[in-house]
């Protein structure tokens, strides 16, 4: 079993300014003749690194609302410039919508067990809440009707 990384997004108030932001720093990336895997720096390695590795994901808060999430492709300690330790999660350019739930603030991240992370939508499964707006899924999530 997965386990997965629960953060809250900082910028983006909404999935897609999310994969807008993907798409500009992949952009930007590949002008620059850089690496465009999508990736999110953090100060602190996970201390269970492999059981994250195993199929584990990020799943991002938008908003107070657990939203989505990205699968983590590599988890990569590194030494910036200014010789402190940081570590790259390296994710998969794909978000994938889930089904929201409210969530409140937290600093860092928190580990997610498999059995505890929200499905994710899609049209087959959600009965259109995937086509929804996502600010009209974060109201019916908060007020408990989804």
């Known amino acids: 079993m997965a386990l997965h990384l629960l953060k809250l997004c900082v910028g983006p108030a909404s999935i897609a300014e999310l994969e ?5 720093t992949r952009a930007d990336a590949l002008a620059q003749a850089r690496d465009p895997a999508p990736a999110h720096i953090t100060r ?6 492999s ?11 938008i908003k107070g609302t657990l939203a989505c999430r990205q699968t983590i492709a590599a988890i990569a300690p590194f030494t910036g410039a200014d010789g402190i ?7 998969d350019p794909v978000v994938i919508p889930v089904s ?3 969530c409140r603030p937290f600093q860092g991240w928190r580990y997610l067990k498999a059995d505890d992370a929200p ?7 959600a ?9 009209l899924r974060r109201e019916l999530a908060s007020l408990g009707l989804i």
Do not use: F, H, K, N
């Not at 009965?127 to 600010?135: I, K, N, S, Y």
């Open 100 to 102: 929201p739930r409210p």
């Open 51 to 61: 059981e994250i590795l195993g199929g584990g994901s990020i799943y991002w808060v």
């Open 20 to 24: 807008a932001r993907i798409a500009q």
């Open 127 to 135: 009965d259109g809440l995937a086509e929804m707006p996502d600010a």
């Open 44 to 49: 602190m390695v996970p201390t269970r690194m």
């Open 119 to 125: 499905a994710d939508l899609d049209a087959a499964t």
């Open 85 to 91: 330790g940081r570590c790259r999660l390296v994710l």
